[in-house]
């Protein structure tokens, strides 16, 4: 039996600031739809940023606030991709 599979992000929408919270870090579980069966993710395993100008991502999963502006958090796993979106503001 085969299984639809999904990516969950927590949180779905990161909000950093310059001046104040400037990083956070970002749980990836992945999921079987129609199962109970969850897998955390390795922190930072395939996950990707669009606009590294507004914000990176480390090896852990920890997104970092470096201009403002909105950029994408992607993660992708067998195939199966999530975004998230990432806000920076000054504060």
Do not use: F, H
């Amino acid at each position: 039996m085969t299984y639809d599979q999904r990516i969950i992000l927590d949180p779905i929408t990161i909000y950093l600031e310059l001046n104040g919270k400037q990083t956070q870090y970002v749980s990836v579980t992945w999921k079987y739809a129609g199962s109970s069966q969850r897998e955390k993710m390795d922190g930072g395993t395939g996950m990707v940023i669009t606009d590294p100008t507004v914000a990176t991502v480390d090896l852990s999963g920890t997104v970092t606030a470096v201009g403002v502006g909105t950029t994408t958090l992607t993660v992708t796993r067998n195939g199966v991709s999530v975004t998230a979106p990432v806000i920076v503001t000054l504060y």
